[in-house]
């Protein structure tokens, strides 16, 4: 068992809102991770996770540690994740050696789970038993709120006058040229459809912390998260479940569509109802799920995919999407990672067929996407999985900040809409960027 070598030392903290809210602050400053999940559109989630100290493994390290054989006694019981690993996929891992590509795998040694609803904090510590490693966990809750307190009075935020022109890697004539080349494959029937993206970028003064806490306040989509690596420091709020993964169930959900919302409650049920029904739209979720369909019997027992919620509208802050909930049942040998990379990339980051997209956009747009259309996950050490496609999220560097917005092109695309689109769904970052910077 390859957790055997660990103790699970867990405490509890009783705090109020403001405490929490403190804490949390402060955690965000040091951690080198954090994940939350809730219902989007605001809403409050049930857990946030910080990874306050983390240990690097290998792939093959990493699946030894989460084989759902581990019975580590000592962690805390009512949470999704009690503990394990914290995963990181780019957009080209399955095209590379799994420890050659630029994925990340962090054993957490020492976790922060906030659980809004009970109003507590939980610290958990992977320690090996040496004397110096179990230490007093109030010390730490203490200094993360100085840490806290420190940043309120002197301010996270630089007085650099902030730029706010964001700059795209592409014109609209070229675009509108790159939608005409991906419906010359379709016209070939070489593709279905491909998933077209832009790039932004801007010279910034936020930090990442800056921008996730905006986000983090905002919620505008479920899955609000930051990654704070030597190699990446990544931020998002992403509208997509990558995959969960709890006992032997695997759930995925596809989106596809996108819609302003309107400006009154009766033109956002319009606008809700005409997406619902658009032709255009329904069909471009059909391919996506058929793909993902794909993906999952491959994994199965029977091959055998449900299909919980056939199609339903979800608005996400300033837009709405529709959705479809897949689920099927794994073997109960299929490891987590495994799990996870049977379905990588997702199709609604590729288009359908998978392979055959997957090359169309590389000689259509021509760069690496980086981080984009990858995946980041909390994997437990009982198996379990919830992880999120990179979507909605930008990666800073040296002063500045990238992100990339895509939307699926097929052969009844309007080139202006699809562009439109894009230019909807990188609202959300730009919003928390401009926060961030304190205009």
Known sequence: MATAQFTAISQEFALDAAALSELARGA???????????????????????????????????????????????????????????????????????????????????????????????????????????????????????????????????????????????????????????????????????????????????????????????????????????????VGASPAMHLLKQGQVLTIETDAGTRQIGGSAEETEAIKHELLNSAKDREEQKMLVDETCMDLRAVAVDAKVSMPVELEVRQLGNVMHLFTVLEATCPAELGAIEAITACLPAAAVTGTPKKAAMATIRAVEGIERGPYGGVVGLIGFDGSVDSAIILRSAWLKGGSIAMRCGGGITHASVAIDEYNECLNKARAIMDAVKEAEGA
Not at 198 to 217: D, M, N, P, Q, Y
């Open 28 to 234: 965000v400053a040091e951690a080198r991770f954090c994940m939350e999940r809730s219902a989007g559109g605001g809403s409050e989630p049930e857990f946030t996770y910080f990874g306050l100290d983390v240990e690097a493994l290998s792939h093959e390290a990493a699946s030894r540690h989460v084989d759902g054989t581990c019975d580590l006694p000592g962690l805390p019981d009512g949470v999704p994740f009690a503990g394990g690993i914290f995963a990181y996929f780019p957009y080209d891992f399955d095209s590379r050696e799994p420890d050659e590509s630029d994925a990340i795998f962090w054993l957490v040694r020492t976790l922060l789970i906030i659980d809004h609803g009970a109003s507590k904090a939980i610290l958990v510590r992977l320690a090996t038993g040496a004397p110096d490693e179990i230490v007093e966990r109030q010390n730490l809750i203490d200094r993360l709120r100085t840490v806290s307190a420190r940043l309120g009075r002197t301010g996270s935020r630089s007085a650099l006058p902030a730029e706010r022109d964001w700059r795209v890697d592409i014109s609209t004539a070229d675009y509108f040229i790159a939608v005409g080349k991906v419906q010359d494959a379709i016209e070939r029937n070489e593709i279905s459809q491909a998933i077209l993206s832009i790039g932004f970028s801007k010279s910034t003064s936020a930090t990442i912390e800056t921008v996730f806490e905006a986000l983090r306040e905002r919620r505008p989509s479920p899955h609000v998260f930051m990654v704070k690596s030597g190699q990446l420091a990544l």
